[in-house]
């Protein structure tokens, strides 16, 4: 390459350093996975508070960031709420995922909810309502629990442990950990999840993956219902039809690769 040519690469790499550290204060944010102190962030940053406040002042003003004025910590804003939903709204699996899981909803009557793998646990980006009232209180952004739903057992199950046990060991309560081993090796034999009257009495699910061509991770879906009237048996009709529902994002998936 010429020296010009290697000078206009050059000119076109250099980047504006302020909004690089201003991408610092987001990533760290996204990191920790909860709200920051100031100090917090500056120190996850790396540059001293002083320094970090006018950057707050300028992220907060454009929407990246929020100031909670009763604890004083920071968490994403409106701005970064708004990309992170049509980022979602982009992706190829839960693109294919919605019509087909309102389809799945309405031939069941089952609530059916759109996990994905997400830095604190399986996150429900989708949420469709069945029929029967459930008495509990799951929309989106809700992040399932580990160890005790279906959803975070088969995210366990599919994940690598790096991935899933720091999390899993912050847990107040936890089963003994050989034996919520066992119980995944049963997940990945049977390819489901199974929770009934766990965490929430009278109510139970069932829990699929799907994964992409190359075999990763990509959603869970999970069929939330009344235990009086949710077929939870492992091969039973809704079981069935849950698991063709992730068939068909699946091969969608793979016309997409």
């Not at 701005?79 to 839960?94: H, I, S, T, V």
């Not at 190359?214 to 235990?227: E, F, M, N, Q, V």
Request: aromatic share 4%.
């Amino acid at each position: 390459m010429s020296e010009a040519g290697q000078a206009g690469q050059e000119k076109t790499q250099r980047g504006v350093q302020s909004v690089d550290v201003a991408g610092r204060f987001l990533q760290a944010l996204a990191e920790a996975g909860a709200p920051l102190s100031a100090v917090e962030l500056a120190t996850g940053v790396g540059i001293a508070p002083a320094q970090a406040h006018p950057y707050l002042v300028s992220l907060t003003r454009q929407g990246w960031i929020k100031r909670d004025h009763l604890d004083d910590r920071f968490e994403p804003g409106p701005l970064a709420l708004q990309l992170a939903r049509m980022r979602l709204e982009l992706d190829p699996g839960l693109h294919a995922a919605v019509p087909l899981v309102a389809a799945l909803t309405a031939q069941t009557g089952c609530s059916v909810a759109v996990s994905v793998p997400g830095p604190q646990g399986p996150t429900i980006v989708r949420y469709e309502r069945g029929n029967a009232p459930l008495h509990v209180n799951l929309h989106v952004g809700t992040v399932m629990s580990l160890a005790t739903t279906a959803t975070g057992r088969m995210y366990c199950a599919c994940m690598p442990e790096a991935q899933w046990v720091p999390l899993f060991d912050a847990l107040p309560a936890r089963p003994k950990s050989a034996a919520f081993l066992a119980e995944l090796d049963e997940v990945r034999s049977r390819g489901i999840a199974r929770s009934i009257d766990i965490p929430s009495p009278g109510v139970s699910s069932l829990c699929v993956p799907v994964r992409d061509a190359a075999g990763a991770l990509r959603l869970l879906l999970t069929a939330i219902g009344p235990t009086a009237t949710i077929d939870t048996t492992w091969r039973g009709d809704l079981a069935r039809a849950l698991q063709a529902t992730a068939g068909q994002i699946a091969d969608s998936l793979r016309v997409e690769g």
